[in-house]
Protein backbone atom coordinates (compact mmCIF):
# COMPACT_ATOMS: atom_id res chain seq x y z
CA UNK A 1 0.00 0.00 0.00
CA UNK A 2 1.30 3.40 -0.78
CA UNK A 3 -0.75 6.49 0.34
CA UNK A 4 -0.57 10.52 -0.20
CA UNK A 5 -1.91 12.88 2.07
CA UNK A 6 -3.27 16.20 0.32
CA UNK A 7 -5.06 19.35 1.49
CA UNK A 8 -5.02 21.56 4.51
CA UNK A 9 -6.98 22.56 6.27
CA UNK A 10 -9.24 19.51 4.96
CA UNK A 11 -6.90 17.19 4.42
CA UNK A 12 -7.36 13.69 2.64
CA UNK A 13 -5.54 10.45 2.83
CA UNK A 14 -5.45 8.65 -0.82
CA UNK A 15 -4.18 5.23 -0.70
CA UNK A 16 -3.00 3.16 -3.64
CA UNK A 17 -3.68 -0.30 -2.70
CA UNK A 18 -2.52 -3.85 -4.14
CA UNK A 19 -5.58 -6.64 -5.85
CA UNK A 20 -7.11 -8.08 -2.80
CA UNK A 21 -5.72 -5.64 -0.38
CA UNK A 22 -7.96 -4.20 2.65
CA UNK A 23 -8.11 -1.51 3.83
CA UNK A 24 -10.40 -0.45 6.79
CA UNK A 25 -12.42 3.04 8.11
CA UNK A 26 -14.60 4.64 9.92
CA UNK A 27 -18.04 4.85 9.20
CA UNK A 28 -18.52 7.94 6.72
CA UNK A 29 -15.05 8.48 6.25
CA UNK A 30 -15.02 6.98 2.41
CA UNK A 31 -14.30 10.33 0.10
CA UNK A 32 -13.74 8.92 -3.23
CA UNK A 33 -12.40 5.23 -4.84
CA UNK A 34 -12.26 3.68 -8.14
CA UNK A 35 -15.03 1.11 -9.24
CA UNK A 36 -13.11 -1.64 -7.95
CA UNK A 37 -13.08 -1.59 -4.55
CA UNK A 38 -15.47 -3.99 -2.94
CA UNK A 39 -16.93 -2.39 0.46
CA UNK A 40 -17.98 -4.85 3.47
CA UNK A 41 -19.75 -3.77 6.63
CA UNK A 42 -18.65 -5.48 9.83
CA UNK A 43 -18.81 -5.33 13.50
CA UNK A 44 -16.17 -7.86 14.47
CA UNK A 45 -18.23 -9.40 17.03
CA UNK A 46 -20.43 -7.71 20.12
CA UNK A 47 -17.15 -7.49 22.22
CA UNK A 48 -15.40 -5.14 19.37
CA UNK A 49 -18.93 -3.13 18.83
CA UNK A 50 -19.24 -2.09 22.37
CA UNK A 51 -15.46 -1.24 23.00
CA UNK A 52 -15.60 1.32 19.67
CA UNK A 53 -18.85 2.44 21.02
CA UNK A 54 -17.45 3.16 24.39
CA UNK A 55 -14.49 5.02 22.99
CA UNK A 56 -16.97 7.44 20.43
CA UNK A 57 -16.53 5.32 17.08
CA UNK A 58 -19.10 3.73 15.16
CA UNK A 59 -19.26 0.38 16.04
CA UNK A 60 -19.65 -1.12 12.57
CA UNK A 61 -16.60 0.21 10.45
CA UNK A 62 -15.92 -0.37 6.50
CA UNK A 63 -13.35 -2.70 4.47
CA UNK A 64 -12.43 -1.74 1.14
CA UNK A 65 -10.90 -4.99 -0.93
CA UNK A 66 -9.11 -4.02 -4.22
CA UNK A 67 -10.63 -6.89 -6.55
CA UNK A 68 -9.64 -7.42 -9.93
CA UNK A 69 -6.04 -5.10 -9.47
CA UNK A 70 -5.06 -2.48 -7.90
CA UNK A 71 -7.05 0.29 -6.38
CA UNK A 72 -7.65 3.63 -5.34
CA UNK A 73 -9.52 5.18 -1.77
CA UNK A 74 -9.62 8.11 -0.45
CA UNK A 75 -10.36 9.21 3.05
CA UNK A 76 -11.11 13.05 4.03
CA UNK A 77 -10.71 13.99 7.72
CA UNK A 78 -14.42 15.25 9.43
CA UNK A 79 -12.86 18.44 10.94
CA UNK A 80 -9.96 21.13 10.45
CA UNK A 81 -6.90 19.71 11.22
CA UNK A 82 -3.97 16.83 9.89
CA UNK A 83 -4.01 13.43 9.00
CA UNK A 84 -1.63 11.66 11.05
CA UNK A 85 0.03 8.15 9.65
CA UNK A 86 1.62 6.03 11.94
CA UNK A 87 3.46 3.25 11.20
CA UNK A 88 2.30 0.22 14.01
CA UNK A 89 4.12 -2.28 14.94
CA UNK A 90 3.95 -5.60 17.29
CA UNK A 91 6.76 -3.83 19.86
CA UNK A 92 5.46 -0.60 19.46
CA UNK A 93 1.06 -0.04 19.81
CA UNK A 94 -0.11 3.34 19.68
CA UNK A 95 -2.74 4.81 22.30
CA UNK A 96 -5.19 7.54 21.02
CA UNK A 97 -7.73 9.93 21.94
CA UNK A 98 -11.42 8.86 21.68
CA UNK A 99 -12.90 9.09 17.94
CA UNK A 100 -8.99 9.45 16.52
CA UNK A 101 -9.46 6.66 13.93
CA UNK A 102 -9.60 7.50 10.34
CA UNK A 103 -8.21 4.48 8.55
CA UNK A 104 -5.42 1.84 8.47
CA UNK A 105 -4.69 -1.45 7.36
CA UNK A 106 -6.38 -4.53 7.89
CA UNK A 107 -3.46 -5.63 10.50
CA UNK A 108 -4.04 -3.00 12.61
CA UNK A 109 -6.10 -4.06 15.50
CA UNK A 110 -8.15 -1.75 17.77
CA UNK A 111 -8.96 -2.68 21.68
CA UNK A 112 -9.68 -0.41 24.93
CA UNK A 113 -7.04 0.94 26.77
CA UNK A 114 -7.63 1.91 30.10
CA UNK A 115 -5.84 4.11 32.42
CA UNK A 116 -3.73 2.87 35.09
CA UNK A 117 -4.33 5.27 37.28
CA UNK A 118 -8.09 5.89 37.99
CA UNK A 119 -8.01 9.63 38.83
CA UNK A 120 -6.13 9.89 35.19
CA UNK A 121 -9.08 8.29 33.57
CA UNK A 122 -11.93 10.44 35.14
CA UNK A 123 -10.18 13.96 35.51
CA UNK A 124 -7.24 13.58 32.61
CA UNK A 125 -8.11 15.43 29.50
CA UNK A 126 -8.66 12.51 27.33
CA UNK A 127 -10.99 10.86 29.78
CA UNK A 128 -11.35 7.51 31.33
CA UNK A 129 -11.12 5.13 27.91
CA UNK A 130 -8.60 5.55 25.18
CA UNK A 131 -7.90 3.42 22.41
CA UNK A 132 -4.92 1.43 21.40
CA UNK A 133 -3.80 0.43 18.35
CA UNK A 134 -1.60 -3.18 17.95
CA UNK A 135 -0.43 -5.46 15.05
CA UNK A 136 1.08 -4.17 12.09
CA UNK A 137 0.08 -2.06 9.30
CA UNK A 138 -0.48 1.76 8.76
CA UNK A 139 -2.62 3.89 10.62
CA UNK A 140 -3.94 7.15 9.71
CA UNK A 141 -5.65 9.21 12.69
CA UNK A 142 -7.33 12.62 12.88
CA UNK A 143 -5.65 15.28 14.40
CA UNK A 144 -7.74 18.58 15.71
CA UNK A 145 -5.89 21.54 14.26
CA UNK A 146 -1.88 21.22 13.82
CA UNK A 147 0.16 18.61 15.38
CA UNK A 148 3.19 18.81 17.54
CA UNK A 149 5.46 15.57 18.78
CA UNK A 150 7.94 15.37 21.33
CA UNK A 151 10.06 11.99 22.13
CA UNK A 152 10.49 12.25 25.73
CA UNK A 153 13.01 10.50 27.60
CA UNK A 154 12.45 7.64 30.43
CA UNK A 155 11.07 9.78 33.48
CA UNK A 156 10.43 13.01 31.17
CA UNK A 157 7.44 14.61 31.85
CA UNK A 158 5.36 16.85 29.44
CA UNK A 159 2.41 18.86 31.16
CA UNK A 160 -0.65 18.77 28.52
CA UNK A 161 -3.87 20.80 28.58
CA UNK A 162 -7.40 18.96 28.61
CA UNK A 163 -8.04 17.55 24.69
CA UNK A 164 -4.02 18.52 23.82
CA UNK A 165 -3.49 14.97 23.80
CA UNK A 166 -3.95 13.29 20.73
CA UNK A 167 -1.78 10.26 20.75
CA UNK A 168 1.14 8.50 22.31
CA UNK A 169 3.21 5.71 22.02
CA UNK A 170 1.89 2.71 24.79
CA UNK A 171 5.27 3.04 27.05
CA UNK A 172 4.11 6.61 28.28
CA UNK A 173 1.93 6.67 31.34
CA UNK A 174 -0.70 9.34 32.08
CA UNK A 175 -1.71 10.87 35.77
CA UNK A 176 -3.33 13.68 36.75
CA UNK A 177 -1.97 17.09 38.64
CA UNK A 178 -4.21 19.31 40.25
CA UNK A 179 -3.74 23.33 39.29
CA UNK A 180 -2.49 25.09 42.14
CA UNK A 181 -3.70 27.95 44.29
CA UNK A 182 -7.43 28.59 44.11
CA UNK A 183 -7.14 32.24 42.33
CA UNK A 184 -5.45 30.07 39.57
CA UNK A 185 -8.52 28.10 39.29
CA UNK A 186 -11.20 30.54 39.92
CA UNK A 187 -9.14 32.92 37.19
CA UNK A 188 -6.66 31.45 35.32
CA UNK A 189 -9.25 29.92 32.75
CA UNK A 190 -7.28 26.30 32.73
CA UNK A 191 -9.71 24.29 34.74
CA UNK A 192 -8.87 22.54 37.46
CA UNK A 193 -6.27 19.54 36.09
CA UNK A 194 -3.52 18.88 33.60
CA UNK A 195 -2.85 15.78 32.17
CA UNK A 196 0.56 14.79 33.16
CA UNK A 197 2.59 12.53 30.25
CA UNK A 198 6.11 10.85 31.31
CA UNK A 199 7.83 8.92 28.85
CA UNK A 200 9.80 6.79 27.57
CA UNK A 201 8.12 7.52 24.56
CA UNK A 202 6.79 9.79 21.66
CA UNK A 203 3.81 11.72 22.35
CA UNK A 204 1.31 13.97 19.51
CA UNK A 205 -0.50 16.91 20.59
CA UNK A 206 -2.89 18.64 19.16
CA UNK A 207 -3.66 22.23 18.74
CA UNK A 208 -7.17 23.12 18.62
CA UNK A 209 -9.39 20.21 20.11
CA UNK A 210 -13.05 19.88 19.15
CA UNK A 211 -13.73 20.75 22.90
CA UNK A 212 -12.25 24.44 22.79
CA UNK A 213 -13.21 24.63 19.42
CA UNK A 214 -17.00 23.93 20.27
CA UNK A 215 -16.53 26.53 23.02
CA UNK A 216 -15.04 29.39 21.03
CA UNK A 217 -18.20 28.74 18.40
CA UNK A 218 -20.99 29.06 21.74
CA UNK A 219 -19.58 32.59 22.13
CA UNK A 220 -20.59 33.84 18.65
CA UNK A 221 -23.56 31.79 17.61
CA UNK A 222 -26.68 33.46 19.66
CA UNK A 223 -28.71 30.95 21.56
CA UNK A 224 -32.07 30.65 20.73
CA UNK A 225 -35.18 31.87 23.04
Not at 7 to 27: A, H, M, N, R, S
Not at 200 to 207: A, C, E, K, M, S
Request: aromatic share 8%; hydrophobic share 40%; proline share 5%.
Amino acid sequence: MQYQIQGQPYPVVILTVEQEETVCCQKGAMAWMTPNMEMQTKGGGIGKMFSRALTGESMFQNEYTAKGGPGMIAFASALPGEIMPIQVTPDKPIVAQKSAFLASERGVSFELFFQKRLAGGFFGGEGFLMQKFSGNGMLFLEIDGSMVAYDLAPGQSMMVDTGNLAAMESTCTLDVQTVKGVGNVLLGGEGLFNTKVTGPGRIWLQTLPLSNMASALAKVIPSSK
